[in-house]
């Protein structure tokens, strides 16, 4: 029954490197509201967990991973669109759904100094960013 599991598994890891990142998102949003999770508190607390000797009072702030987040796209979409495909190597039609889709994540698990960087340009664009 193992081997069947995994043949399943691999196979559904084989079917989401086919679809794009925003359908990809939408799946992530439905799991979490079908099973009442975070997939991001997740994603946020295996650094923590990874980095050991961390206190706790200030961890969050102390991470060297970002995850860069825009609140609010501005008066012009294309400039910001530019950015966020340069950004994540998007093609044009996902990086618009994406930009679209805002406010939301552009982009998870950065470095700190990236993430700095990405949101002094999605901010040059006409962006309001958030790093989390």
């Given at each position: 029954?193992?081997?069947?599991?995994k043949?399943?598994t691999?196979?559904w890891?084989?079917?989401?490197k086919?679809?794009s990142?925003?359908e990809?998102?939408?799946?992530?949003k439905?799991l979490?509201?079908?099973?009442g999770?975070?997939?991001?508190?997740?994603?946020?607390?295996?650094?923590?967990?990874a980095?050991?000797?961390?206190s706790?009072?200030?961890?969050?702030?102390?991470?060297?991973?970002?995850?860069v987040?825009?609140?609010?796209?501005?008066?012009?979409?294309?400039?910001?669109?530019?950015?966020?495909?340069?950004?994540?190597?998007?093609g044009?039609?996902e990086?618009k759904?994406?930009?679209?889709?805002?406010?939301?994540?552009?982009?998870?698990?950065?470095?700190?100094e990236e993430?700095?960087?990405?949101?002094?340009?999605l901010?040059?664009?006409?962006?309001?960013?958030?790093?989390?």
């Amino acid at each position: 029954m193992a081997a069947a599991t995994k043949a399943s598994t691999e196979d559904w890891i084989e079917e989401l490197k086919s679809i794009s990142v925003l359908e990809l998102s939408e799946r992530i949003k439905a799991l979490e509201e079908e099973f009442g999770v975070s997939a991001t508190a997740v994603a946020a607390a295996a650094p923590a967990a990874a980095g050991g000797g961390e206190s706790e009072g200030g961890g969050e702030e102390e991470s060297s991973t970002v995850d860069v987040h825009i609140t609010e796209v501005g008066g012009q979409k294309v400039p910001v669109i530019k950015v966020v495909r340069a950004a994540t190597g998007l093609g044009l039609k996902e990086a618009k759904a994406l930009v679209d889709a805002s406010p939301g994540p552009i982009k998870e698990g950065v470095d700190r100094e990236e993430g700095e960087k990405l949101k002094a340009d999605l901010e040059e664009a006409g962006a309001t960013v958030e790093l989390k």
